[in-house]
Structure formats: C-alpha cells, structure tokens
C-alpha cells in the first residue's frame, strides 16, 4: 500500500481512505469469506472491519505496516461475527465455475469437499491462522503479529488445526468405507436370497 496514501488517511482524509477501501477491499473481504465461509457473515464481517479501520486510523503508528495491521481487524471482525452467529461455514479453496467432466474434475471436487468439510469443523481461531499461513502465505512471525500472540501460538494453531483436519478427513474417509460395506453386504445379502 502506497505509504503517503496511508499517511494521508491516517490525517482524516477520506478521499485517500475510499481509494485504500476501494484498493484492500477483496483481499479482506477474501479472508474473510475463507474464515467464515458463509457470505452474509463475512461481507458483514468485511463491512465491521472497513468502519473500524477508519476509525482506528489516528492510532495507526507504523504506516509501513499498514497491511498487517488491517489483516488483524478483519481477523477480529471474523472472530466477532463467528460469535454472533454461533457457526460459520468455511470455504477454504476457491469454488470451480466450471461443472466436473473428467474423473480428475470429479477427484478434485470431491478432495475439495473432504477439505472443507474438515475446515468445517475448526475453532474459528485455527481457521483464521490456516487462512493467513495458506491462503495469503503470511510468514509465521507476520501472523503472530497480526493477531498479537506468541510465535509459539501460531505454531500450535497451525500444528493443532492441521492434525485436527487430518483426523476429521480420516473419520469421514472411515464412516464412508463402513456405510459402502454395509451396502455392499445387504446387496449381497438381497442377490443371495432371491437367488435360484
């Protein structure tokens, strides 16, 4: 972000706060959408985080750090909205606009639906650091400032949420091999009684 454009906001210019707005909009509203996943709520999200940029602007100390310090308020306005609708589905990779064809399409929406299903089910707290680390590819130190907490707390989140995601997609990939073989089995089982 262009530094005297920051600076001029900073000193309550809104002419210079609208083209930072208009400039930063999508990435927030991007990190927003992939920690809450349910538009409404991240747009709602994203709106929260754009008023309070504004007016946290006066106390903004490094303009240098500018972009760090707005992905620590759209962090805080996911978590604010997290709480205030109680759930929040998450969209962790980008939808295709283009319907499955082949079996790698097929495999891919599939992975993608393990993906989210697993992102799903993560404290708010561990999708906002998964978001940070792999859809913005923050540094881990950058996150840690970002969302003012020990360095050792990124990592726990990361490794935490990470393991969490494993496990779930591992009791998905379980519950799917026993409900196919109890259908397998009653199959069988059917084939076998009407048999000659």
């Known amino acids: 972000m262009d530094r005297e454009l920051v600076e ?22 991007g990190v927003a959408h992939r920690i809450l996943g349910e538009a409404p709520a991240a747009q709602d ?38 709480r205030r609708i109680k759930r929040a589905i998450p969209a962790l990779l980008p939808e295709d606009s283009e319907p499955a064809t082949t079996a790698d399409q097929f495999r891919a929406i599939v992975d993608r639906d393990e993906v989210e299903r697993a992102f799903d089910r993560q404290r708010v707290e561990h999708r906002a650091v998964l978001v940070l680390r792999y859809y913005l590819d923050l540094p881990l ?11 050792g707390t990124v990592k ?7 393991r969490a995601m494993r496990a779930a997609i591992e009791a998905d990939a379980r519950t799917a091999d026993e409900t196919e073989r109890a259908h397998y089995t009653y199959a069988t089982q059917a084939t076998t009684r009407w048999a000659p």
């Open 45 to 82: 999200a994203t709106q929260q985080a754009l008023l309070d940029i504004w007016r946290k602007m006066p106390n903004l100390r490094e303009p240098s750090r500018f972009e760090a310090w707005c992905y620590r308020i759209v962090v805080h306005a996911c978590y604010a909205e997290a």
């Open 141 to 151: 130190e950058d996150i840690a400032n970002i969302l003012d907490v020990p360095l």
């Open 8 to 29: 001029r906001a900073r000193n309550g210019e809104e002419e210079a706060f609208g083209l930072i707005a208009d400039a930063d909009y999508d990435r927030c509203d």
């Open 156 to 162: 726990s989140r990361i490794h935490n949420g990470l």
